[in-house]
Structures are given as C-alpha cells and as structure tokens.
C-alpha cells in the first residue's frame, strides 16, 4: 500500500490520460477529491468526465486560513458518512495547502490510505508536492502538525496554469531560482534570461526544478542534512516572512524566499568565499523578480529574533543553507547575528540600487 519516492518521478502530461491510466491499474473502494474553492471552478472541469459517480468532492475554503485540523475534521466527517474504508484514495486537485492537507487526512485516515498529488499551482507543481512532506499549521504556527507520507503518484498538467494568477506564477518562479542557484548553473542562466509571464510552455522548466528537488529528496528523504540545501534563501525569507505577516504586511513566500536569497547570496560571499561579482549579478537578478520592499532598519532586530525561532536552527544558533558558487550549496553554515544584519543591509542595497 504505502508509496515509495523510489521509481516514482511525477508524470507530466495530460492530466485526462495520466489519470485515468492510473485509474485503470488501481481498484480503489472509494475516490475522494479535495480542491478549494478556485480549483473546484477552474481544475475540476478537467477531470470530471472521468470520475466514478459515486466520487465524494470535498470542497475547502481558499488558502493558508484553511490548513488547520479543523478543516481536516470537516473532510475526515464527509469520509466517514460515505463509509470510505482503507482501500479509498484521496485525489488533491490543488496548490500546497490543498495537497499538503489532504495528504496528512490520508496519512492518518485509518492509519493511513492512498493519496495522489494533482498540483495545480506553479508552487505545488515544483515544489510542494514532490518530497512526502504533508502537514498542517496548529496555533500560529505553520505546518506543526504532519507526517512524511509519499503519494501513490504525483500528476501535473501544464494546463492548470492557465488560470492561476500571475503573483502566484511568480510566488514559485523564487523557489525555482532556488533550485538552480543550489544545483544548477545551466538552469540559472536559462530561468534568468526570462520572466514568467512570457512563458508559454512550462513543462521543461518544471521537469528541470523537479529533478533537482526529486534527486535531493532521494539522497535524504528524512532531512537529517543534505535535503537541508533545499531551505537556500529560508533562514532570512521565513524570517521576513513571519515579521511582515505581523506587520499585517500582504506577502507571499516565495516573495519572502527572493528577499531571502539576496540576503543569503551576501551570507554565501561572507562566509564561504562565493565571489563577490557573482554575488552582485544573482542578486541584480533575482531583484528584478521582486517588488520594491525596503526594509526599515528599525526593524532589523525583529527580523533576527523571528530568525531565532527557526526550526532549523540548532542549539541556539542560527542555521543556514548557503551556496559556494552558482549550483553549488552547503546545507549547514552557523551565521552569527552580526552577519544576518549585515545581509539584511546588503539587501536594502540591492533593492535600491538603480
Ligand atoms: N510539502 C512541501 O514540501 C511544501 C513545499 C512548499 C510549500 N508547501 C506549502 O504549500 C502551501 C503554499 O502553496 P500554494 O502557493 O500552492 O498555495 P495555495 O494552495 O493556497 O494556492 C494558491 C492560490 O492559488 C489558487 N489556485 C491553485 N491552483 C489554481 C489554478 N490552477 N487556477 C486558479 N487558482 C488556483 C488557490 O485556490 C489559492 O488561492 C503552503 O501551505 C506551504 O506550507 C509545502
Ligand atoms: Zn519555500
């Protein structure tokens, strides 16, 4: 029953086809698909047509709001009243929350049932689901509650993205400038030379971030360290993104993640001898992905002090991912406060510079 990340690469294709050839191969019980509210409209049309009748749709609200154990509770009722038992699959038509939650109900339903990922937003199609990392947040704090639980199969279709809005196509362009800055010098250049809204096929540079991702997943599936590298740009991103979501500030992730980078690339020149021109040039680049945010200085000790609360962090220190060169990173460097402040200013210096 359980899935390994072994052999089990995402598929890329139609999402009609890939569906319904893993449908044909399986005999499960029961179906269950969870979406939200804007996957029920905008991808659930596209799969319809090949869903048993019987087929439970269990619709979520929108967004991060959603990712908590009540939401849970609300699907794990609908399953019980259509009497699912340990032979049903769960289908995830939907961004990160969608199939980070639905796949930690499957993990949990019954001891734990089968579960397909069908990402539907850049960020889930990169990222999210490919890694068996599921969860849910739980009083404040993200993603608390969850379990490594692999999907039977992880299926994309590009066409998802054709309604996805653009801030969410650049929410995932920084963690595929993530990849590439981690692992990939060849793919850097290529992401670099473009901008998401002039894409029009994006199915070499999912496979591409997906490789890198699939291929550090495999080497450390549980994260004792080397899947760490995956968190380049983090250490400063989740703390800016946790300060600016206290500042009521509207910000998103991967936003935070690019802020992150700039700041890390100086991290990377300080502490491990990435050269300075290089550190200069990716981070002219990456700016020109990011609105104009310019951190206060005033609010560079609270940036720190949310930096402390990471769960990356070891004994009291700061941990990050940094890079030694482009496609070339270290999962493990301590930074110490001085250091973080300093990136933050460097930052502040990218950002501004015309
Ligand atoms: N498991 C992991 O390894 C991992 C990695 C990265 C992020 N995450 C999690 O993923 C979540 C963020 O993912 P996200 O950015 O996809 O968020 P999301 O699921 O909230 O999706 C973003 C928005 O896009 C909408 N949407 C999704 N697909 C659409 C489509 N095809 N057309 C129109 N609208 C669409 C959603 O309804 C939502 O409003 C976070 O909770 C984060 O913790 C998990
Ligand atoms: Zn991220």
Redesign the pocket.
């Known amino acids: 029953m359980s899935a390994t990340l072994e052999n089990n690469f995402p598929q890329i294709g139609n999402i009609q086809n890939l569906l319904s050839t893993f449908l044909a191969k399986t005999s499960y019980s029961q179906l269950v698909v969870l979406c ?4 029920h ?3 659930l049309p596209l799969i319809k047509n090949i869903l048993p009748e019987n087929t439970l749709i269990a619709k979520i609200p ?3 709001v ?2 908590n154990i009540e939401t849970c509770q609300l699907v794990w009722e609908q399953m019980l009243q259509k009497n699912c038992d340990r032979n049903a699959c769960v289908l995830n038509l ?7 939650l639905g ?1 930690f109900v499957a993990a949990v339903y019954k001891r734990g049932i089968d579960f397909v990922q069908i ?6 199609q990169v ?9 849910i ?1 739980f009083q404040g704090a ?2 608390i509650l969850g379990s490594f639980a692999q999907p039977q199969k992880v299926l994309i279709d590009v066409a ?6 653009l801030r ?1 196509l650049y ?2 362009w920084f ?1 595929m400038l993530k990849h590439a800055l981690i692992a990939d010098a060849a793919y850097w250049q290529e992401l670099t030379n473009q901008r998401p809204e002039d894409i029009a096929d994006w199915t070499s540079l999912i496979e591409q971030s997906i490789a890198i991702k699939y291929e550090v997943v495999r080497l450390d599936p549980l994260e004792k360290s080397w899947r760490k590298i995956l968190n380049f740009g983090h250490t400063v991103g989740h703390a800016v993104e946790s300060w600016a979501l206290q500042q009521q500030m509207d910000i ?3 936003e935070a993640v690019g802020i992150g980078m700039i700041a890390e690339l100086y991290l990377s020149h300080k502490l491990l001898h990435f050269s300075e021109e290089k550190m200069w040039t990716c981070a002219k680049q990456i700016k020109k992905y990011l609105p104009k945010i310019i951190l206060q200085p005033q609010s560079f000790t609270e940036i720190l002090h949310w930096s402390m609360y990471d769960k990356k962090n070891a004994q009291g220190e700061i941990m990050a991912a940094l890079i030694t060169d482009i496609g070339k990173a270290q999962p493990q460097c301590v930074v110490c406060a001085v250091d973080f402040e300093a990136a933050l200013v460097f930052y502040n210096k990218v950002i501004q510079y015309e």
């Open positions: 939200d509210e804007n996957t409209q905008y991808c929108a967004g991060e959603s990712k939907g961004g990160g929350v969608v199939g980070d796949g990402p539907t937003s850049l960020l889930a990222d999210a689901s490919v890694g068996g990392k599921t969860g947040d993200k993603n998802f993205l054709q309604t996805l809005p969410h929410n995932a963690e998103l992730h991967g």
